[in-house]
């Protein structure tokens, strides 16, 4: 039987465009939900898959790359964008058509990006996004005129509204049937012509195809190497040829390194004078321009950010109590009802003790999570987040990073996880691997339980300046500890460990947004998911191995405390407590240290667990009370003091303290030298910083 192969296999297609163009809104504008998402093998580069469904009833396969600005990049993400169009990655079959999606307010750099993909000679459909953005803008582009001089077809679309897929589609399956596209632009004549007969020779002597002779030739007549280096590479009579010309043109006064770039532009220019008409602005400066220049100013700008976080910081605190004392309140009250049906014996203490107190001991602190969430959510939708990136970019300029690596530390914010994967838009990769080695010093979510447990306690409701709490002002610091602990670190490393420039950074600042309340809810409600997962799994989990370990092995007779001083827990805190006498923690801060390696909070439930246990099952004061009231046997005074809360919070701010961020660094960089390093300066920095944080307070208190 006879298959016709042709009809069978079905095409690909590839979508390919610079980051925030559009292209995922298209993807899923012209695949629905015909789509799977998976890894590029070897990389933990998204893949995003789908299949496109025409009007007649035939299907292509459509992918969605990652974002690029250019067939030349160098970050992961944009490698992959260019070796997939390339046909260099495995099973990854070859596209047959490029969708270039690109931005109709931002022309002339998203041009780059196509006028490369042309020079590929590839079949490409252009959509013409955010058409709606541009008109706003008043900028007028004339379509049909550009289509005619970039040569392929240009379709105007409006992704996010579906506008223009119809079209798209049509020109999508015309393009199909087509297998090349002609270049569209040219070399200013000398470098053409050179340019021109390299190729051929490329062709014709070095058995290269038309396509890849055209780039190469490119490459070797701007390479700053010698000639002599290609020596063996190519044939000696072709090299003497090369460097012929390379005599010519250095002799003509042409730049041969920047000749291609400048040109492309020069290009582009051309086109863009010829396609778009500007309405000029009425007024001078938009309202979100008016406002950026005191949000993004030299003086103002910090004293904002700076104002922002205060206040945001100030409201958590305010905001959190009343919910905080319920959700205690609760776990008082399911601790005392499960206590009445489980008779009093080992089973009862695990449940009352164990699971219920180490879990509830976190989970009162949801609340400061949620309003950090919701805040955080608030300075990202409303636009503010992108001005504080602008505004530390010259922090950052100045610990030799650019701006690009703040963006992931803003992220840490929240977690060190998406943080460390934010790092991939790095293109140097000694500035990646020092924003992943810095970034989990930046304060995350995971420590706010920690923060929260030792302000309650220890720090009095005093305010600062008539208008600010103490609570939130310490608070406040811990973050700031953190943020420029985490850029000194990046200054030291950067100086002596991983030396190289950075380059160049240019960042958009969007335009002011109202926020959306649908988005910040779902984000918190996400947010309180995970947390609540986190409680009820390995929190759990912990609580009640803990509990195993500080009830076994028993002893007959004894007052709780003794009794737990007995257990395993008691002597493996005993056995570390001289380790930490130095920083003014016990042993009981040194098994919630311990048991917190895993995951930050835990710390926390420890506490739960351990003070319950030690003042017997049936106190009724809440976690901080039992702390607050401890008194050293020694001296009959308070045993911890609010110098051991700030020791113990720089000591949170510095550690590592993270299993998951462990394994994510290990999967980024590909091995165990990196986060076995950043694991021990962490530690070091966080036992020499809280000792130091000790001594000196200490000084000041005698
Ligand atoms: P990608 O980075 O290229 O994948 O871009 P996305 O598809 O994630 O889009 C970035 C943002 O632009 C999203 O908020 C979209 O909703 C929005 N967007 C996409 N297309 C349009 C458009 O044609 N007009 C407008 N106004 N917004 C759009
Ligand atoms: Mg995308």
Excluded at 207 to 212: L, W
């Amino acid at each position: 039987m006879m298959i016709d192969n042709h009809k069978l296999k079905s095409k690909n297609i590839a979508i390919i465009g610079n980051p925030n163009s559009g292209k995922t809104t298209l993807f899923n504008a012209l695949t629905g939900l015909r789509q799977k998402v998976g890894n590029y093998p070897g990389v933990t580069v998204e893949k995003k898959e789908g299949k496109i469904i025409f009007g007649d009833g035939t299907e292509s396969n459509l992918l969605d790359l990652p974002g690029t600005y250019s067939l030349s990049a160098n970050s992961p993400d944009e490698k992959i964008a260019t070796d997939v169009l390339l046909g260099k990655i495995a099973e990854t079959p070859l596209c047959d058509t490029v969708i270039c999606v690109i931005d109709a307010s931002n022309l002339e750099r998203n041009l780059y990006l196509l006028s490369q993909i042309i020079d590929q000679q590839f079949p490409v459909v252009v959509a013409l996004n955010m058409i709606d953005v541009a008109e706003r803008e008043g900028i007028n582009i004339n379509v049909k005129e550009l289509s005619k001089n970039l040569g392929v077809p240009v379709i105007p679309t409006i992704a996010s509204k579906k506008n223009g897929i119809k079209e798209l589609l049509s020109a999508l399956q015309s393009t199909l049937s087509i297998s090349t596209t002609a270049r569209s632009w040219t070399l200013p004549e000398k470098i053409k012509f050179k340019h021109e007969e390299l190729t051929s020779l490329l062709v014709a002597n070095e058995n290269r195809n038309d396509c890849a002779a055209y780039f190469e030739a490119q490459t070797l007549l701007s390479t700053p190497r010698s000639i002599d280096s290609f020596h063996g590479t190519y044939s000696t009579e072709f090299l003497t040829h090369l460097k012929k010309d390379h005599e010519t043109l250095d002799a003509l006064g042409i730049d041969r390194f920047s000749v291609f770039v400048e040109s492309r532009y020069q290009w582009i220019k051309d086109v863009c004078d010829r396609c778009v008409s500007i309405r000029p602005k009425i007024g001078q400066l938009s309202i979100s321009d008016k406002i950026d220049t005191i949000v993004t100013h030299k003086v103002w700008g910090y004293i904002i950010f700076f104002s922002v976080m205060a206040i945001i910081f100030q409201t958590i605190f305010a905001w959190a109590n009343l919910p905080m004392e319920l959700i205690g309140k609760g776990f008082d009250w399911l601790g005392s009802q499960v206590g009445h049906i489980i008779p009093p014996g080992d089973l009862h203490d695990l449940v009352v003790n164990g699971a219920i107190g180490g879990v509830g001991a976190v989970v009162t602190f949801l609340p400061q999570i949620l309003l950090l969430f919701l805040f955080l959510g608030l300075l990202e939708d409303t636009g503010y987040m992108a001005r504080a990136a602008f505004i530390m970019d010259r922090l950052m300029g100045k610990v030799g990073l650019h701006g690009k690596s703040f963006i992931p530390l803003l992220s840490s914010f929240a977690c060190a996880i998406p943080g460390i994967m934010a790092t991939r838009t790095i293109e140097s990769p000694k500035d990646r691997l020092v924003t992943m080695l810095v970034a989990p010093l930046i304060s995350c979510s995971a420590r706010m339980p920690v923060y929260a447990l030792m302000i309650a306690t220890f720090i009095p409701n005093e305010s600062v300046l008539g208008i600010f709490s103490l609570a939130g002002f310490v608070l406040v610091a811990m973050y700031l500890l953190g943020l420029f602990t985490a850029l000194l670190m990046a200054f030291i490393f950067k100086k002596f460990l991983l030396k190289g420039n950075s380059p160049a950074f240019i960042m958009e600042l969007p335009p002011y947004r109202m926020p959306s309340l649908k988005n910040t809810m779902l984000h918190m409600w996400e947010r309180s998911r995970i947390f609540l997962k986190r409680a009820g799994t390995i929190i759990l989990g912990v609580s009640i191995v803990l509990w195993f370990l500080a009830t076994y092995p028993k002893i007959e007779s004894g007052t709780p405390s003794e009794k737990l001083a007995h257990s395993f827990v008691g002597q493996v805190g005993h056995f570390i407590e001289p380790t930490l006498t130095p920083l003014g923690f016990d042993w009981k801060i040194g098994i919630g240290i311990v048991s917190s390696l895993l995951q930050r909070e835990v710390f926390v439930s420890t506490m739960g667990t351990i003070y319950n246990m030690e003042n017997g099952t049936d106190n009724t004061l809440s976690l901080r009370a039992q702390i607050q009231q401890e008194v050293d046997p020694a001296t009959g005074l308070p045993k911890f003091t609010a110098l051991t809360a700030i020791c113990l919070m720089v000591y949170y701010v510095l550690a590592m303290q993270c299993l998951s961020t462990i394994a994510v660094m290990r999967r980024e960089t590909n091995g165990w030298k990196w986060p076995i390093f950043q694991f021990a300066y962490m530690t070091v920095l966080a036992y020499v910083g809280t000792f130091i944080t000790y001594r000196v307070g200490l000084w000041f208190i005698s």
